[in-house]
């Protein structure tokens, strides 16, 4: 058991100095394990998708002279699995962000009308997780974690710390100031509010100018000109009598075409504001 917790406590070190924000980012993740779990995860699932593809290439592909060539998929196989595995937890923090502000106004105005209805702030953060938005959820934890023990400011503490929604941490931070100083809660968190609204007003404006000038770039390079690209192309293979074949070039044209619509596709999602007001 000695031996073990030393091997365990060795390999969190190595990790640790490796890569120093995993911790952290299993945290903000909320992954229920420890870096020295993960890291082994990690390279046990790279070993067997590495693996399990190489064998895949060797089945597919001629075997003269592989041998080499086999070792050289595998290494190159494991280190896309493990770069891949390993910033799962920065996936999952994109994720979270992204459910929490989505609609963090919703369960942030039933938060302060509980309060103002009279209700504790334990009370309201309990009664604000059973609304259908997706961040709810995010206020219930911080009432679990004080029904399971926890004072209130020490569950508001770990939340602030451990959200990676700058803006879920703002809406908790009069909570934080009203318990600390004794401050009205409802003033702070009512204002807090409106300034997100506003900010909100001013990204949305913002996303309407941006998107009038993405949907011009849209229609130029990902309709117009792939359209007349192709219709150029195959008329001077005809006059020139080349044989067109789908496989392979017109095949590589179909895959850039669609690697520029899946472009443009992810260039509208990343300027959509998250946050409905």
């Not at 190595?14 to 993740?29: C, E, I, S, T, Y």
């Amino acid at each position: 058991m000695v031996k073990i917790s030393k091997v365990t406590d060795a390999t969190e070190n190595f990790v640790n100095k490796v890569f120093p924000n995993l911790g952290r980012n299993l945290k903000l993740a909320q992954m229920d394990t420890d870096v020295s779990k993960f890291f082994k995860l990690v390279l046990i699932l790279s070993l067997i998708f590495s693996f399990n593809l190489t064998v895949v290439s060797f089945l597919v592909v001629p075997k003269e002279g592989m041998v080499l060539a086999l070792i050289v998929l595998f290494v190159i196989y494991y280190a896309i699995f493990f770069t891949l595995f390993i910033n799962i937890p920065k996936y999952n923090i994109s994720k979270i962000r992204r459910d929490i502000e989505g609609d963090l106004f919703i369960p942030s105005r039933m938060f302060l009308t509980l309060l103002e209805s009279g209700n504790s702030i334990v009370s309201a953060l309990e009664g604000v997780s059973y609304t259908k938005a997706k961040s709810s959820k995010y206020f219930g934890k911080i009432a679990t974690n004080i029904y399971l023990g926890k004072r209130i400011d020490q569950a508001i503490d770990e939340a602030i710390e451990f959200t990676p929604c700058d803006n879920f941490r703002r809406v908790l931070e009069p909570i934080r100031k009203s318990l600390r100083t004794g401050t009205d809660i409802q003033k702070s968190l009512y204002s807090t509010l409106q300034d997100l609204q506003k900010e909100k007003v001013i990204e949305i404006e913002r996303y309407e100018k941006k998107l009038g000038a993405l949907s011009l770039f849209y229609m130029i390079f990902g309709t117009i000109i792939p359209a007349i690209s192709v219709v150029v192309l195959v008329l001077i293979m005809s006059v020139v009598g080349l044989r067109i074949n789908f496989f392979p070039f017109l095949f590589i044209l179909l895959v850039i075409i669609v690697m520029i619509q899946l472009a443009f596709m992810r260039s509208f999602k990343n300027i959509r504001p998250l946050m409905r007001v």
